[in-house]
């Protein structure tokens, strides 16, 4: 008997290359009770060595496992690797392969959180074929050259790398690997990751040479380009925060075949002789709290003089940031004033900055420009306040109507309908368990008042 909560493989998937295959949850389940063998355990034939990728291509290879639109028995090791690991990825939505909850902090307050990140992955779009959205659906260019931090490769610096396309047979040497110890970077492993070139250079065995001296900042570029190729951007899942209510992010299935880890025990940022060293200089360091409040303080005095707004209290707030509905932390947030209570006390309106909101977002983009981040988040927060004093925003309605694009978006919008639809359903369903007594009365009431009024 399946569990209640039990969640199935959609017997039909749309996949990223555009074709349609079919799944079968019961021979699925049947195929992984023979690869893992018994709830925790392997199966007799399987080596220790194995890696989580290639253990779940055993699963999808069993009998009567996968299919194409037609209904003919699909092989797939000729499949493309992103539609493998999307196949992968609704092994583990389904539980039909094991995914052991991994260990995250929040990236907005710092609490940690335990989750097994594909029961949270949206499927909708993979099941209804809604796989037209320009940056969640746009297909990885492998005619280009990506740019990566420098590395030398033979006599040269290179400062790019280009991929091509791999099937799940071509990329098999990386994707048996099991994940332990250390990652050895054969010509092999190249030619499996599909790294045509370095720079100029297209020699597999001086790439790997090249690869396996690489600067931690390289190495760890190369890593992103490789997921974003093989990994299609609709594989992850959202985490809301039980604590702040912020939004993480956490990538769909959780373990992948090629660690982002430095190869060596100790890196360094760059080693390439006559590059510049990573270490931020002091121009470049952000404003401590006092330097910052100081930036915006000034800041908000010549944008209200702009606006002609003044009385608003304006406070730099240097603990966990506030979220939108969304889940994302805000640089800044308004608050309206509140009329004199009971005892006479009136709240002025309030501009509140986000310290720790700008750190990160600086952190993370070299190019964020902190004065004109401050600027424009106090100028948007006063724009709210014009508009409340106006007794309308349009600016706030725009912010939630963007927050349900960005859901719709990843959800499906074939999905959101069905949701909706079932929200009514138990909105109805709710109504009738609250209040069926007050029914049963009054029906009640009712016949006894017919049944009087026949004497």
């Not at 599909?194 to 570029?221: F, H, K, N, T, Y």
């Amino acid at each position: 008997m399946p569990k209640p909560a039990e969640r199935l493989l959609p017997a039909q998937v749309h996949l990223p290359s555009g074709s349609v295959v079919r799944l079968s949850d019961a021979a699925a389940r049947a195929s992984a009770q023979a690869v893992l063998g018994a709830p925790g355990g392997r199966s007799g034939g399987e080596p220790a060595s194995v890696g989580r990728c290639a253990r779940d291509l055993q699963v999808l290879a069993g009998p009567s496992v996968l299919a194409d639109a037609r209904g003919a028995p699909l092989d797939p090791l000729g499949l493309p690797l992103p539609d493998a690991h999307v196949l992968r990825a609704l092994l583990a939505f389904a539980d039909v392969v094991p995914e052991e909850p991994g260990g995250y902090t929040c990236e907005n307050c710092g609490a940690p959180f335990e989750v097994a990140p594909s029961g949270l992955l949206e499927i909708g779009p993979f099941t209804d074929g809604e796989l037209d959205d320009p940056e969640l659906d746009r297909p990885f260019d492998f005619g280009a050259s990506h740019p990566i931090p420098a590395l030398r490769v033979g006599r040269a610096v290179c400062r790019g790398v280009r991929l091509v396309e791999r099937t799940v047979e071509e990329a098999m040497p990386l994707l048996r690997l099991s994940g332990e110890g250390a990652l050895r970077v054969t010509p092999s492993l190249v030619a499996a990751m599909g790294i045509a070139a370095l720079g100029r250079e297209r020699r597999a065995s001086v790439i790997a040479d090249a690869l396996a001296g690489a600067p931690d900042d390289a190495w760890a570029a190369i890593v992103d380009l490789y997921h974003e190729a093989r990994y299609p951007a609709r594989l992850f899942a959202v985490h809301r925060c039980e604590g702040c209510g912020a939004r993480n992010d956490l990538d769909v299935p959780l373990e992948r075949e090629l660690p982002r880890a430095p190869l060596r025990a100790s890196g360094t940022a760059s080693d390439v002789a006559g590059e510049p060293s990573a270490t931020t200089g002091e121009g470049s360091a952000f404003p401590d709290l006092d330097a910052f409040e100081a930036r915006v303080r000034a800041a908000a005095e010549r944008i209200y003089e702009a606006r002609g707004v003044r009385n608003i209290d304006l406070f730099i707030d240097a603990g966990v940031p506030a979220c939108d509905d969304g889940g994302e932390p805000l640089l800044g947030c308004y608050t309206p004033g509140t009329a004199a209570d009971e005892l006479g006390i009136a709240r002025p309106p309030e501009i509140r900055i986000f310290y720790r909101t700008f750190r990160t977002e600086a952190r993370e983009d070299p190019g964020f420009d902190v004065d004109a981040e401050i600027a424009e988040t106090i100028d948007h927060e006063v724009i709210h306040h014009l508009h409340h004093l106006a007794g309308s925003d349009p600016l706030d309605d725009e912010e939630r109507e963007q927050i349900e694009r960005e859901n719709l978006r990843r959800i499906g919008h074939a999905e959101a309908a069905r949701r909706a639809r079932r929200g009514a359903l138990s909105d109805v369903g709710g109504f009738v368990r609250a209040t069926w007594p007050a029914w049963l009365i009054a029906a009640v009431g009712t016949a006894l008042a017919w049944c009087e009024g026949g004497r």
